[in-house]
Each structure stands twice: as structure tokens, then as C-alpha cells.
């Protein structure tokens, strides 16, 4: 309408901005007094986890951070340190990185913007499974480009419908994105989904995208095969510090790029010009790279022991109802319960903040295809998860 804001901003930007009906519940049942306990914890640095304080900031002091040296895809000091992380440790054989191969973010949103401006003309689609992490709603329209769904099928575990995923492509399909593992699925993308998807990227000219940000949490203990090595097909693997030593603060992120020669080379020198022009991450956290990583063998065995515990009193309780499960899941921080679909899941959100007051994430955040989904992170602090799946489950059976 003529005179009003709205004409003054791009499409891209018209999102609904108005609470969600979860939210309005969330905010009048603190207004009320009283305390919610908080079943969606997705912030390390505020789940009871113990860092090393000086370590870390001492890595923070050096002094060469007084000196700006704008490197494109990030100092080669940082980019060995993430070489290193991919190299070190790995009980399955894994190619070396190339740390000419890796362009550093400020985080895997960062990074997914660079991808989607390297390989997408405005309108161009990308494909995405469903269900997963709603952020990439918004990176894609950010970045003028368009979300295909393809379908994760569930049977004893998540699948891949590859079925499902050829008949989702067209002309203007750019890239497939997978999550290894999947948020909030907790499934790992296995060998022969691996070996398809290659195959159904070179045969349709397609690049894969990998976020691994939850690749080092498999719950069985076995480390799963990274894609920064897949040599297969045009791959870029994105992670970072966020999950992998639990500071998502420290703002580092990577883009990881393999598969042929030529084509490798190619996409590194375009990706070199566009974060140029974002200009490179701060150099305190660069020059702290190789110590920040280093954190993660002190950091992801207290959030695996918090993962077991919580997964193990979560089953502890289930087994003696009824009502609910759980679905299986091999990695992550995350659990799905399937419930009693007699509404939607936003409507028993928002029941169960207001009536037994905690917070869980209905399946549609995620986009679940149907009702009947709750979602439950497992790095809640013990004592607070408990109690919520207590009163949760004691909810679902009156």
C-alpha cells in the first residue's frame, strides 16, 4: 500500500515477524510466574558444560592478531589446524585434506551463503531433506534461491528416498544438500546412500553439499566417514567450532571442497573472489584455531556423556508407558518422539507449555510431513531433563 513501510523493503525480507502461538505461550506463562523448563537447549556455552577458561583465552592474546593480514580463504596457520582436525584421530581412512582446499567462514550459515551465490542464479533450486534444520528456509530466500524438498522415509530408521530425490529434480537444480548427521533425525547418511547420491550428482551435473556440524556425536561410539575426502563428485563439506568444541561464540566456520581437479579449482577460485569481498574472520580466532579445536577432547565427552545419560533416562521413562516412543537415532543431539496425533503439533506445544510448563519444539519446526512429532534436545542439563520428560509424559497420558 502507497505510504506505507512495506514498499520500502526487498521481498526477500517479507517474513511474517509476529511471535509464533509457541512463543506467546512461552512468554505468558513466565509472565505468570512461573518457571518453564527448557527441553529445546541448543546452546552449549549454557548447559552446565566445563571449558577450559584459560586455555581458551589465552589462545585469544596473541599479538600477532595486531596485525591485519586479509587472506581470503582465512590464515594458512587456521586452515592447517582444520587439515589437522580431519587427519588426526580418524579410525577409518581419510584423504588428506588440502588446506588449499578450505575456505574459512564466520560460521556454516556464512558458508552456505558462499556456496549458494557460487553455484545458484536467482530462481535457481536446490534440493534439501525434510525433515530438518528450518534455518535453511532462510538462507536459501536470503540468497534469492529456491528450496526443493526431498523426502527422509522412516522404517527401523531414517532413509533417504533417492526415489523421491530424482523425481524432485529439474533445469534449475543446482546442488543437493544433506545433512551427515541429520537435524533432527539424528541418521547418518550410510555407504550406499553415499555411492548413489554421487552417482546421482555426476549423472545430473549437480553439486552435494554436506553440513557435518554433528558428525563427531555418532552415540554407538564409531567415528562416521567425513565427505571432505569424497572425491566422487563436486562436494562441499561444511563444520565448525560451533558443535565440534561446543563455542558457536568463537564464530568459525569452513568450507571443505573436493572432487575432480578441474572442477575443485575452478569453484576455490570463485570462492576466494566472494569471501574477498566479505573480507576474511578476525584474526585473534584464526591465530586461536589449532587450540580451539583442541578443546574438543575435553568438551564432546561430557556433552556424549550428557547425551547417553539423558537418551538413557529418556528410555527409562518411556518403558513405562505407553503413549509415546521414541524413534531411533544414531547421532546428535537431538530426540524424536512420535505421539498421539489428535492435533497438530503446534497445538500440543503450546498445550504442554501452558499446562505442565516445558518447552519442546513441535515436528513442524522441522517440517515433518505430518503431525505427531515432538523434538527433545538430549544436552539439556540432567536434572531439568528429567523432570520435563517426567511432566511431558504425564501430560501425553491424562
Not at 553415499?194 to 554436506?210: G, K, M, P, Q, Y
Not at 563455542?247 to 570463485?270: D, F, H, N, T, Y
Not at 556423556?305 to 503413549?323: F, G, I, K, M
Amino acid at each position: 500500500m502507497a505510504g506505507t513501510s512495506e514498499g520500502r523493503f526487498s521481498r526477500r525480507t517479507g517474513w511474517k515477524l509476529t511471535p509464533n502461538r509457541l512463543t506467546e505461550a512461552l512468554l505468558e506463562v513466565r509472565a505468570a510466574g512461573r518457571e518453564v523448563l527448557d527441553l529445546t537447549v541448543s546452546n552449549p556455552t549454557r548447559a552446565g558444560i566445563q571449558y577450559d577458561a584459560d586455555s581458551i583465552l589465552k589462545s585469544l592474546a596473541d599479538p600477532a592478531a595486531l596485525d591485519y593480514d586479509p587472506q581470503p580463504k582465512g590464515l594458512r596457520c587456521a586452515r592447517e589446524a582444520v587439515a589437522e582436525y580431519y587427519s588426526c584421530g580418524a579410525d577409518t581412512p581419510v584423504r588428506e585434506v588440502d588446506p588449499e582446499s578450505l575456505v574459512l567462514t564466520t560460521s556454516t550459515s556464512e558458508g552456505y551463503s558462499y556456496i549458494f551465490r557460487l553455484l545458484a542464479n536467482p530462481g535457481d533450486e536446490v534440493l534439501v531433506p525434510k525433515p530438518s534444520y528450518p534455518l535453511f528456509d532462510f538462507l536459501a530466500g536470503l540468497q534469492d534461491v529456491k528450496l526443493q524438498p526431498y523426502p527422509l522415509i522412516y522404517d527401523h530408521g531414517w532413509q533417504i528416498d533417492l526415489h523421491a530425490l530424482e523425481r524432485a529434480i529439474n533445469k534449475r537444480t543446482r546442488a543437493v544438500i544433506v545433512v551427515h548427521p541429520n537435524n533432527p533425525t539424528g541418521s547418518y547418511v550410510t555407504d550406499a546412500e553415499r555411492s548413489a547420491l554421487n552417482t546421482f550428482c555426476r549423472e545430473h551435473r549437480l553439486a552435494l553439499i554436506v553440513d557435518e556440524v554433528f558428525l563427531d556425536y555418532a552415540h554407538d561410539g564409531t567415528p562416521r566417514s567425513t565427505f571432505a575426502d569424497n572425491q566422487d563428485a563436486l562436494t562441499f563439506t561444511l563444520s565448525g567450532l560451533s558443535k565440534i568444541a561446543a563455542l558457536p561464540q568463537m564464530k568459525l566456520g569452513w568450507i571443505a571442497v573436493s572432487g575432480s581437479e578441474k572442477e575443485v579449482s575452478a569453484g576455490m577460485q570463485r570462492l576466494e573472489v566472494i569471501a574477498d569481498t566479505y573480507l576474511s574472520l578476525n584474526a585473534p580466532v584464526q591465530l586461536a584455531a589449532a587450540t580451539l579445536l583442541e578443546q574438543r577432547k575435553k568438551i564432546q565427552p561430557q556433552l556424549t556423556y550428557r547425551v547417553h545419560a539423558n537418551l538413557a533416562e529418556l528410555d527409562r521413562q518411556l518403558s513405562q508407558q505407553q503413549v509415546c516412543a521414541r524413534l531411533a537415532i544414531e547421532g546428535g543431539w537431538y530426540a524424536v518422539l512420535r505421539v498421539p496425533a489428535t492435533q497438530s503439533d503446534e497445538d500440543l506445544a503450546v498445550a504442554i507449555v501452558r499446562d505442565a510448563w516445558v518447552l519442546v519444539h513441535p515436528g513442524h519446526f522441522y517440517d515433518f510431513p505430518t503431525d505427531g512429532f515432538l523434538v527433545l534436545s538430549l544436552i539439556t542439563q540432567p536434572q531439568e531433563f528429567c523432570e520435563g520428560v517426567r511432566r511431558v509424559l504425564k501430560f501425553l497420558g491424562s
